[in-house]
C-alpha cells in the first residue's frame, strides 16, 4: 500500500531538514524537503495529520469547506481565519473506503502529486536544490517505491493535467485543491496564480474556494 503517511512524517520530522528550511537563499526548496506540509496553513494541520493520517485530514480540510460553501443562504466572504474541523467522514465521498486499497493509493497519490506540484509553482527549485533535497530524502526511512515515487514527481517538470487528472470525482477535485494550498504559502503572485488556474482547472466554484483559504488560514486569491 503507498504509504503517504510515511511520506508526510518523514518529510516533515526531519530535524536536519527544518533546521535547513529556516535560513539561507535556499529555504524554498529546503521547505519542501522539511515537509510538503509546511505552509502557513499546512502547520496548522500538522496535528491533524498525526491524529487522522494524511489522506483523512486532507478529506476533512476540504469537506468541512465544502458543506460550509454550500450552506443556504449561501456564506458571505470569509474571513482568513483557520477553523475546527474533524477528519473527512468516513462512507463518505471524501474517503475511500477502507477495504479498497487500490484507491486508498491512487488518492494518496494524487494528494502528493498536487503538494508538489503546488511547492514548484513559484519556480524556486533548480537543479541543485532537487539535488540536495534526494540527498536528504534517501536517507529517510521511506521504502523504496514511495522515494522512487516522490523523486520521480520532484524531478518531472509542472504537469498542472498530471494533477487535475487525480481527482475523479468532485470531492476528490476539492482534496486535490485542499493539498495544493497547505502545500505552500499561497502568497506569491506565481503561486496565486497556480492556485487560480488550478481551480479552474478541477471545476470548483468561488464559494469552495474562498472558504477552504478560509478554513486553512489562507490568505484569499483575490
Same mark, same amino acid.
Given at each position: 500500500?503507498?504509504?503517504?503517511?510515511?511520506?508526510?512524517?518523514?518529510?516533515?520530522?526531519?530535524?536536519?531538514?527544518? $533546521? #535547513? =528550511?529556516?535560513? /539561507? +537563499?535556499? *529555504?524554498?526548496?529546503? %521547505? &519542501? !524537503?522539511?515537509?510538503?506540509?509546511?505552509?502557513?496553513?499546512?502547520?496548522?494541520?500538522?496535528? $491533524? #495529520? =498525526?491524529?487522522? /493520517? +494524511?489522506? *483523512?485530514?486532507?478529506? %476533512? &480540510? !476540504?469537506?468541512?469547506?465544502?458543506?460550509?460553501?454550500?450552506?443556504?443562504?449561501?456564506?458571505?466572504?470569509?474571513?482568513?481565519?483557520? +477553523?475546527?474541523?474533524?477528519?473527512?467522514?468516513?462512507?463518505?465521498?471524501?474517503?475511500?473506503?477502507?477495504?479498497?486499497?487500490?484507491?486508498?493509493?491512487?488518492?494518496?497519490?494524487?494528494?502528493?502529486?498536487?503538494?508538489?506540484?503546488?511547492?514548484?509553482?513559484?519556480?524556486?527549485?533548480?537543479?541543485?536544490?532537487?539535488?540536495?533535497?534526494?540527498?536528504?530524502?534517501?536517507?529517510?526511512?521511506?521504502?523504496?517505491?514511495?522515494?522512487?515515487?516522490?523523486?520521480?514527481?520532484?524531478?518531472?517538470?509542472?504537469?498542472?493535467?498530471?494533477?487535475?487528472?487525480?481527482?475523479?470525482?468532485?470531492?476528490?477535485?476539492?482534496?486535490?485543491?485542499?493539498?495544493?494550498?497547505?502545500?505552500?504559502?499561497?502568497?506569491?503572485?506565481?503561486?496565486?496564480?497556480?492556485?487560480?488556474?488550478?481551480?479552474?482547472?478541477?471545476?470548483?466554484?468561488?464559494?469552495?474556494?474562498?472558504?477552504?483559504?478560509?478554513?486553512?488560514?489562507?490568505?484569499?486569491?483575490?
Amino acid at each position: 500500500m503507498f504509504d503517504v503517511n510515511g511520506i508526510l512524517n518523514a518529510l516533515t520530522n526531519d530535524p536536519n531538514t527544518r $533546521k #535547513t =528550511a529556516a535560513v /539561507g +537563499a535556499g *529555504a524554498g526548496a529546503a %521547505g &519542501l !524537503a522539511a515537509g510538503l506540509l509546511m505552509g502557513k496553513s499546512g502547520r496548522k494541520m500538522l496535528g $491533524k #495529520t =498525526a491524529k487522522y /493520517g +494524511a489522506v *483523512a485530514a486532507i478529506g %476533512g &480540510l !476540504a469537506y468541512h469547506a465544502w458543506s460550509k460553501s454550500r450552506q443556504t443562504p449561501a456564506p458571505t466572504a470569509p474571513v482568513p481565519q483557520s +477553523a475546527e474541523y474533524e477528519a473527512a467522514p468516513e462512507q463518505s465521498a471524501f474517503l475511500p473506503p477502507p477495504t479498497d486499497e487500490a484507491a486508498q493509493d491512487d488518492l494518496g497519490k494524487a494528494l502528493v502529486r498536487a503538494m508538489i506540484a503546488a511547492a514548484k509553482a513559484d519556480g524556486k527549485i533548480d537543479a541543485t536544490e532537487k539535488e540536495q533535497i534526494f540527498a536528504r530524502l534517501n536517507d529517510m526511512p521511506l521504502d523504496a517505491d514511495a522515494k522512487a515515487f516522490v523523486f520521480d514527481e520532484l524531478s518531472a517538470p509542472l504537469d498542472i493535467d498530471k494533477v487535475v487528472s487525480g481527482a475523479k470525482t468532485p470531492e476528490q477535485a476539492a482534496e486535490v485543491y485542499a493539498a495544493s494550498l497547505v502545500a505552500i504559502e499561497a502568497d506569491t503572485a506565481a503561486e496565486k496564480a497556480y492556485l487560480q488556474m488550478l481551480a479552474a482547472r478541477l471545476g470548483l466554484d468561488e464559494a469552495f474556494v474562498s472558504e477552504v483559504h478560509a478554513s486553512a488560514g489562507a490568505a484569499p486569491l483575490a
